[in-house]
């Protein structure tokens, strides 16, 4: 497991990627969520009753970072199939739409647009917010695991 | 001639109980002033005021009985800044409903000012906030545990009930969330803070005792 991430981090543009996507990610889902404001003054803070969340939230964003730049290694240095890539993309956007308050501007905005069907997705997100979130993570874990037993298996067969 | 005492004598009633009849069914018993702004908010049809009137500044929070960050600062945030500020006299609070969130939301909205009939709107305020579960419309704020809710205070079971089923307040309610959108107010809690001069501060969120802190005391 290691020797993969090696094999794959070890080239400094996946390595800058998965930062990319881990401080994007974890930055934009804290903002989403409330535990960073940037306006009127930049606060962060974690609210009493909440740390479940947020510790979900920095689970989602590490996985994201690692199995994201994994897959797109995949494609473009082993030429290989675009269908794990479907695992990590969906695992990364469910997780990161569960965070996405009702309360919030993004709700408010598809809640105007949609009316009805609108709130009753947003509810969805919001009510089940904390399972949706665990949920993404064990999709992305399972892809993390399926795309580390490929790589080793496609490097051993095609070693560069 | 006593005939004719006796006529008039009932339809001097009869109007009397008429015009007390159609008073009460189509005028709100509370001390509306349609005039009342603060900065350029209209919050004529918002919340009684909380604390003291002349206060300095004002705090007008855009909040759905629903949303839960409006929960988290009710239960994190405004204590502080209610002794603080509020019950200190440097400031007061006036909630409008920005009540998006689900189809319960207008209806607990609405539910408040039926209180407020009774003089307990702060305390039904309060309530719904302390009662608030996660789910967005899983009967937690519907017509009945609103009822339950007002049972729970003690008020006047027959003039609440009038009030909730009549839908008294519901225009109220939709003029304040038309109030909110006209202000930009796109999530909940949105606040605008009103100081002396009639400076506004607005941000979004349920944000910390130190931003309101800041703000309030440079308006000082």
Redesign the interface.
Known sequence: MVETLKIVFSNFQYSILAIGIFVSMLIGLLILSEFIFIEPYFIAHIPQGTEFGFSLIVILSGLSALVLPMNIYRINILKNSKGKMGGSVFGSFIGAAAGACSCGPVGFAIISTFGSVGATSMAFLTNYEIPIRIAAIGLLALTYYATVKSLKVECKLKPR | MKKKGVIIGAIVAIITIGLIATYSSSTETVNLDMGRTHGDVSTAMGSPILGDPSAPITIVEFG?FQ????Y?WFH?HKPAIYEDYIATGKANLVFVDLA????DSPIASQAAYCAEDQERYWDYHDLLYNSQE?????GWANSESLKNFAFSLGLDMDLFESCLDSGKYSKRVQYNVSEAKKHNA????TFIIVGPDDQQ?Q??????Y??FK??MDNMI
């Open positions: 759905d949303c839960h960050a409006c988290n994190t998006f969130l689900g189809r996660p789910k967005i419309d899983n796109r999530a909940t809690p501060e941000f979004q969120g349920g944000q910390p130190s931003t800041k703000i």
